[in-house]
């Protein structure tokens, strides 16, 4: 017969029958459970005056002491918390810093139970996705929309037709960032260092990746209204782009 720990109704029946004056040997028939299991829980509880609630929340309390105490220390929490801090989220931490000391789930725990200065939890990932930062790029609101794309863009059959954005890392205080190039059809991707967000620096990377392309490579591109796109409006005239925009 297979161990499982008693339930509260399982020592509601104990308490009936055993003031009924059953033996353990004819509780434990009763119940389907060996008779020295019934010995046990009555030896825990008193075997002369056995209550149900006591023995429950009895069993409760010693679940409750026989817990670890689990890996949480002040060191590692300061570890944890000045990382979580600089924007490094939970599995970046386990991955890098803590690497076979703590999971990012044990983390993810310790925030969620209060085991740590929660700060500013934007950042972190809910239900398996990361939470956007939020925007504080200037934007505007002119430019031709991304709807008036031609069928061939959107379908990808013909090569000149780039997707382009900026990845900023979310450590420290640099204003340094890429610029990346992600051509439709190819699927080719490159990215150019900038040393801000500037319209004058996205220009420069264009051009950059413009000189080392074939003529007529660059047909349109697709981005968002971050202000670096600004310089949208050269670019035509420079290199004949059509930029649409998100």
């Known amino acids: 017969m297979s161990y499982y720990h008693f339930t509260t109704c399982d020592r509601g029946r104990i308490e009936a029958l055993h003031k009924e004056g059953y033996s353990d ?5 009763a ?3 060996h008779h020295s299991s019934i010995s046990r829980e009555l030896g825990k509880n008193n075997d002369f005056v056995y209550v149900a609630e006591n023995a429950q929340h009895a069993y409760e309390a010693r679940r409750q002491n026989s817990k670890s105490a689990g890996k949480f220390t002040s060191e590692l929490a300061q570890v944890v918390e000045a990382k979580l801090a600089e924007t490094w989220s939970p599995e970046q931490i386990a991955s890098t810093v803590l690497m ?3 999971s990012f789930k044990t983390i993810y725990t310790w925030l969620y139970q209060g085991m740590l200065n ?3 939890l934007d950042a972190l990932r809910q239900k398996g996705k990361r939470r956007k930062l939020v925007e504080t790029r200037g ?7 991304i709807a008036d794309r031609p069928e061939e863009v959107k379908d990808r059959k013909t090569f000149g037709h780039w997707e382009l954005d900026t990845v900023v890392s979310g450590r420290g205080q640099s204003k340094g960032c890429f610029a990346t190039f992600l051509e439709r059809k190819s699927r080719l991707y490159t990215a150019i260092m900038m040393p801000d967000r500037s319209a004058a620096s996205m220009e420069n ?6 000189t080392a392309m074939p003529v007529n490579a660059f047909k349109t591109a697709t981005t968002d ?5 600004a310089c949208y409006e050269v670019c035509p005239r420079e290199i004949g782009l059509v930029t649409v925009f998100c």
């Open 118 to 120: 929660r700060g500013d």
């Open 25 to 29: 040997r004819k509780i434990g028939t």
């Open 31 to 33: 119940m389907g459970r």
């Open 139 to 145: 934007k505007f609101a002119v430019g031709q929309a």
């Open 205 to 210: 990377a264009i051009t950059q990746v413009r």
């Open 100 to 102: 076979g000391i703590l």
């Open 225 to 229: 209204r971050g202000k670096e796109f």
